[in-house]
């Protein structure tokens, strides 16, 4: 089974950037949908962006034009550009395959201060 590997967190001031990665260990081609979560403290987890094999992507309202999902196949790896950012961005992002059944990655944390 394809395990996820996610990098690129850490500790930014707000209106900074990051760039998360979502290393797979094995091919996402089979993959259609490849979706970035994220969990606050004392919060549910919430969906953030959608991939879909053909490009098409979808991102909650609070995101939209500051983060970017993208995904390159033949490097089986998803990525999140996360521009402008806020301290209500700050959470655990994760990573999840929408395949049967779904795989998550471990997260990486993304704090933002003010």
């Known amino acids: 089974q394809v395990q996820l590997v996610e990098s690129g967190g850490g500790l930014v001031q707000a209106g900074g950037s990051l760039r998360l990665s979502c290393a797979a260990s094995?091919?996402?081609?089979?993959?259609?949908?490849m979706v970035w979560y994220r969990q606050a403290p004392g919060k549910q987890r919430e969906l953030v962006a959608v991939?879909?094999?053909?490009?098409?992507?979808n991102y909650k309202d609070s995101v939209k034009g500051r983060f970017t999902i993208s995904r390159d196949n033949a490097k089986n790896t998803v990525y999140l550009q996360m521009n402008s950012l806020k301290p209500e961005d700050t959470a655990v992002y994760y990573c999840?395959?929408?395949?049967?059944?779904?795989?998550w990655g471990q997260g990486t944390q993304v704090t933002v201060t003010s």
């Open positions: 991939i879909t094999s053909g490009g098409s992507t």
């Open positions: 999840n395959a929408r395949s049967t059944p779904p795989i």
């Open positions: 094995g091919s996402i081609l089979s993959i259609n949908t």
